[in-house]
């Protein structure tokens, strides 16, 4: 079956512009995550959302990123005014619900700001 | 503040021999833990998770410890194979589905 889809996957822009990154989770499941890796760190978790809705929004950086969840499906995380420190790999996961252990993870969308 | 940490970067292996990864935490209130893999240019892949309420679990050629009195768990993969080439990560979670990652072991194996 299809897994975690993210895009794109790739996304260069300028400082100052604000980015989309989208998330097709995997069908049926409720809880989506959102993560970046930095060069050299961890993941670090950003958002999760249960069904459409985002209890836990303590991990956004700043209050130039936003994410919205539509249809308990599709996830957009969008940051506003990139800046350079922006740059990282997102990556957004899925599981069937909170109280699984294990989070599927998608590709990645690289950003690069200039 | 790094909860998790994975103070190896890298690791070289010969196939056939047994890989060590190892994983450090701070959380004494951590209670779950797992054990991803990744490839390049892909996403993280589940391999394998404890409780706290268990020091071992085993899964084929993967095997974790856990040692919480060290906040110390261990990957141990035998044989290790070309395959298990790729970038490791455990992670911990306290009680809910927020995870805290390590910064990632490189692991390669050379045949």
């Known amino acids: 079956g299809a897994g975690v889809s993210q895009s794109p996957s790739n996304k260069v822009t300028e400082k100052g512009k604000d980015v989309e990154l989208r998330c097709d989770p995997i069908?049926?499941?409720?809880?989506l995550y959102w993560y970046r890796q930095s060069l050299g760190q961890g993941l670090e978790f950003l958002i999760y959302?249960?069904?459409?809705?985002?209890?836990?929004k303590s991990g956004l950086p700043s209050d130039r990123f936003s994410a919205e969840r539509t249809g308990g499906s599709v996830s957009t995380l969008t940051i506003q005014r990139t800046q350079q420190e922006d740059s990282a790999v997102y990556l957004c996961?899925?599981?069937?619900?909170?109280?699984?252990?294990?989070?599927?993870f998608g590709p990645g969308t690289r950003l690069t700001v200039t | 503040d790094q909860q998790v940490k994975q103070n190896s970067p890298s690791l070289s292996v010969q196939e056939g021999r047994i890989s060590i990864l190892n994983c450090d935490y701070t959380n004494s209130m951590f209670d779950y833990f797992l054990w991803y893999k990744k490839y390049p240019a892909e996403g993280p892949t589940f391999l394998i998770s404890i409780s706290s309420i268990k020091d071992k679990n085993e899964d084929g050629r993967f095997t974790v410890f856990l040692n919480k009195s060290a906040k110390h768990l261990s990957l141990h993969i035998v044989p290790s194979q070309p395959g298990d080439s790729a970038v490791y990560f455990c992670?911990?979670?306290?009680?809910?589905?927020?995870?805290?990652f390590g910064t990632g072991t490189r692991l390669k194996v050379l045949a």
């Open positions: 959302f249960q069904g459409n809705s985002a209890p836990d």
């Open positions: 992670a911990a979670s306290a009680y809910n589905y927020k995870y805290i």
């Open positions: 996961a899925s599981s069937p619900g909170i109280q699984y252990y294990e989070q599927y």
């Open positions: 069908s049926g499941h409720t809880a």
